[in-house]
């Protein structure tokens, strides 16, 4: 038997409008939610996920940008910190 390459997917989402009970009787926490009932959010749950562009890529990875947004926030809390005293 051969092994898939990718993992089985749903073919459509789970909805969230009913729940069987579980063993207790008492209901179930809808699908892709976790213990404390908190929604989890996936791709595959998700309406609609923002992909980044290549300029915010590269931003992201290029040394000298993230090195100038470091030193300016630590300059503007220097600022802040060392500001007027009332």
Avoid: H
Avoid at 16 to 22: N, V
Avoid at 33 to 54: D, N
């Amino acid at each position: 038997m051969a092994i898939p390459d990718s993992p089985a997917r749903p073919t459509q989402p789970a909805q969230a409008t009913g729940s069987p009970a579980t063993a207790d009787g008492a209901p179930s926490p809808p699908t892709g939610t976790t213990a404390t009932g908190a929604a989890k959010v996936t791709a595959e749950t998700a309406p609609y996920v923002t992909r980044p562009t290549r300029s915010t890529i590269f931003l992201r990875t290029f040394v000298p940008w993230q090195l100038w947004r470091f030193v300016r926030i630590n300059a503007k809390m220097i600022r802040i910190i060392r500001g007027p005293r009332s």
